[in-house]
């Protein structure tokens, strides 16, 4: 059933339990997320990215979350939300589509500019009814980093005196600050600096988004949740599951030409690995 994400948000905070948030890309990924939820009586978000909006349009996507949440996921909350929005074109276009929700990255923007850009979305959506998260500090990904230099993520990480600014300036509803989890999934590097999180926390009240979350090791996670995290975003993991599904599945039976059969198993190994999360995040049976 969809509602609007401060319902979810707002018993994630009283409840101390964060909510995942699953980017899917098309109608099997969207499936495995919300039956999943069903199945667990979780609530959940369901993202996409400008990836995404690229490969299906907003419409499309926006139609098959939507219709999928009526028919597969009645009995729990369901909220749309776009992660990494770049672009106003496309923030206004999700808004349109009935998200209730909305990333705005400017963390590629210097400090100053970054809180009048995040400001000036913050400023439209909220006229549209809808949360806006913002991001501050750079969190890596596989594209910027060499893995031998991991040691020097902190420079990049959020500064917990800039935190406080930015998000009283931007008047941003959820906050994702960089504070040790990469996107895409790393070995043995990734580390949450929860006594850099606690510190955010001290002045800094709204729920917090752990971006980057696949790879970090189930402890981190729970103390994050601890330490003010509402919402978990899980990207690459649900990919890898897809499609390391979807490898076995094709060389087991190279005669098989029914996609209708063959990404069945994907979208089990996905249910797999988000059941999992919704364990680890406590939002199991909280819908
Ligand atoms: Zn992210």
């Avoid at 993520?153 to 504070?179: C, G, H, N, W, Y």
């Amino acid at each position: 059933m969809l509602v609007h994400i401060k319902e979810i948000i707002q018993k994630a905070e009283e409840g101390g339990y964060a909510v995942g948030a699953f980017n899917t890309f098309n109608l099997e990924t969207t499936q495995a997320i919300l039956r999943t939820a069903e199945e667990n009586k979780s609530p959940v978000i369901i993202q996409i990215s400008e990836k995404t909006i690229k490969y299906a349009s907003v419409k499309v996507i926006a139609e098959i979350m939507k219709s999928v949440a009526e028919v597969e996921a009645p009995n729990v909350p369901v909220a749309m939300h776009i992660d990494h929005g770049k672009s106003m074109e496309n923030i206004k276009a999700v808004i349109e589509n009935g998200f209730t929700s909305v990333h705005f990255d400017g963390s590629e923007f210097e400090y100053e500019e970054n809180i009048v850009k995040t400001k000036e979305a913050a400023e439209y959506a909220h006229e549209k009814g809808c949360f806006v998260q913002g991001e501050l500090g750079t969190i890596v990904g596989a594209k910027n980093i060499n893995q031998n230099e991991l040691e020097d993520l902190s420079e990049l990480m959020t500064k917990p005196e800039e935190a406080q600014e930015f998000v009283e300036r931007t008047e941003i509803d959820t906050f994702a600050p960089s504070v040790g989890a990469m996107h895409g999934m790393f070995k043995g590097g990734e580390k949450i600096d929860q006594e850099r999180l606690k510190k955010i926390r001290e002045s800094v009240k709204i729920p917090f988004v752990l971006h980057g979350a696949s790879g970090v090791a189930k402890e981190d996670i729970k103390e994050a949740i601890q330490n003010g995290v509402r919402v978990v975003n899980i990207d690459t993991r649900l990919r890898k599951e897809f499609t390391f599904a979807l490898r076995e599945t094709l060389a087991q039976d190279i005669e098989e030409i029914d996609a209708r059969k063959f990404l069945v198993p994907s979208i089990e190994a996905m249910q797999k690995a988000i059941k999992e999360k919704m364990d680890l995040f406590g939002s199991t049976n909280k819908a």
